[in-house]
């Protein structure tokens, strides 16, 4: 079974940082991707920003420029480093897995919450 467990969420004012971090354990091979999505009430889960095949990041749009990801292999950490914060950073953050290679396996983690508010 596989775990990821997330820290680093809370309260912080506009124009302020946070980092974010996510540990992925357990039975974990040929990873694909791992990165982070954020979600809001009412809203889909949107891309903040991951590691993909080759090791190609993505961002989305509303985050280019502010956050930054990065990993560690050894230890299948992902730590996303938001600066710059507005309100509507606020969100739930996820952190995401996808791995076993043709069998297509993935895993979130449970969620931590991020408020950006004055």
């Known amino acids: 079974q596989v775990q990821l467990v997330e820290s680093g969420g809370g309260l912080v004012q506009p124009g302020g940082s946070l980092r974010l971090s996510c540990a992925a354990s357990?039975?974990?091979?040929?990873?694909?991707?791992m990165g982070w999505y954020r979600q809001t009430p009412g809203n889909q889960r949107e891309l903040v920003a991951r590691?993909?095949?080759?090791?190609?990041?993505t961002y989305g749009d509303s985050v280019k420029g502010r956050f930054t990801i990065s990993r560690d292999v050894a230890t299948n950490t992902v730590t996303l480093q938001m600066n710059s914060l507005e309100p509507d950073d606020t969100a739930v953050y996820y952190c995401?897995?996808?791995?076993?290679?043709?069998?297509?396996?993935?895993?979130w983690g449970q969620g931590t919450l991020v408020t950006v508010s004055s």
């Open positions: 995401h897995l996808e791995y076993g290679g043709f069998r297509y396996l993935e895993a």
């Open positions: 357990g039975r974990i091979f040929s990873i694909q991707a």
């Open positions: 590691f993909g095949s080759g090791s190609i990041i």
